[in-house]
Every structure is written in structure tokens, then in C-alpha cells.
């Protein structure tokens, strides 16, 4: 897996989030509990199956609720 800040430079998935969080509207408990789960999806990669799949999943619910958080 690998991601490209704007400029190009590779960057991880939580630097990247970590960037982005900086100027989002976000309330903080939203974006620690995304950046939590980010950061547990990333550590399961090296787990056995099926921890890899269960962290993608609670990183999906994460974002909905950080999505969530940010509505009207």
C-alpha cells in the first residue's frame, strides 16, 4: 500500500490523515477515533486472518461516524 501526498512525496496512511486532519472541521473526538482505528487497520496488515479484515471494517464504521460527526 502505498500513498503520494500532494506533491507527490509517498506518505502513510496516517501522516496523511494526520496532514489532512489539521484544517478539518472535524470534532477531536471523531478524528482520535479515526485516526485509532487507522492505525489498528494498519497494524492487523501483519495479523493472521481474519484480523486484517475485522480492523477494515471497524476503520469503515469509524468513518462513517467521523462522516457523521460533521453534519449540519
Not at 7 to 16: F, R, V
Amino acid at each position: 500500500m502505498q500513498l503520494s501526498a500532494a506533491e507527490g512525496a509517498p506518505i502513510t496512511a496516517q501522516a496523511l490523515f494526520e496532514r489532512m486532519r489539521a484544517g478539518a472541521p472535524c470534532p477531536a473526538d471523531a478524528c482520535e477515533a479515526f485516526a485509532a482505528a487507522l492505525q489498528a487497520a494498519v497494524n492487523a496488515l501483519d495479523l493472521p486472518w481474519p484480523a486484517p479484515l475485522l480492523a477494515v471494517l471497524a476503520l469503515e464504521d469509524a468513518f462513517s461516524d467521523l462522516a457523521r460527526s460533521m453534519e449540519g
